[in-house]
């Protein structure tokens, strides 16, 4: 049975940083396509990024672009999310994701081609 339990969100002032982890279980393929996505409330769910987890090919959504990172501890079967620069439009509760589909490269960020998805974990940017 595959699971994804996401971890490390939190509140912090605008500017600040968080992590966002994301652990992976009862996965038997090592390479497929992982994702995070938010959604604050009243808005729509948004792709923020992926990643091949068999090449590391990433894709970021342009309002996101240069202050998170993508990034994925094999050994440790967890994806994270390094968020940096932090603004009151980052507020939302963020979903981790992934595809156990055959991969499509670069690794979309449209919510209807993952499988699976974790329970969530909120992030607060107070301005």
């Known amino acids: 049975q595959v699971q994804l339990v996401e971890s490390g969100g939190g509140s912090v002032q605008a500017g600040g940083s968080l992590r966002l982890s994301c652990a992976a279980s009862g996965y038997t393929d090592s390479n497929y396509c992982m994702a995070w996505f938010r959604q604050a409330p009243g808005k729509e769910r948004e792709g923020v990024a992926s990643i091949y987890t068999g090449g590391l090919s990433t894709d970021y959504a342009d309002s996101v672009k240069g202050r998170f990172t993508i990034s994925q501890d094999n050994a440790k079967n967890t994806l994270y999310l390094q968020m940096n620069s932090l603004a009151p439009e980052d507020t939302a509760m963020y979903y981790c994701?992934?595809?156990?589909?055959?991969?499509?490269?670069?690794?979309?960020?449209?919510?209807?081609?993952?499988?699976?998805w974790g329970q969530g974990t909120p992030v607060t940017v107070s301005s």
């Open positions: 994701a992934a595809d156990r589909t055959p991969p499509v490269i670069p690794c979309a960020l449209r919510g209807y081609v993952y499988t699976d």
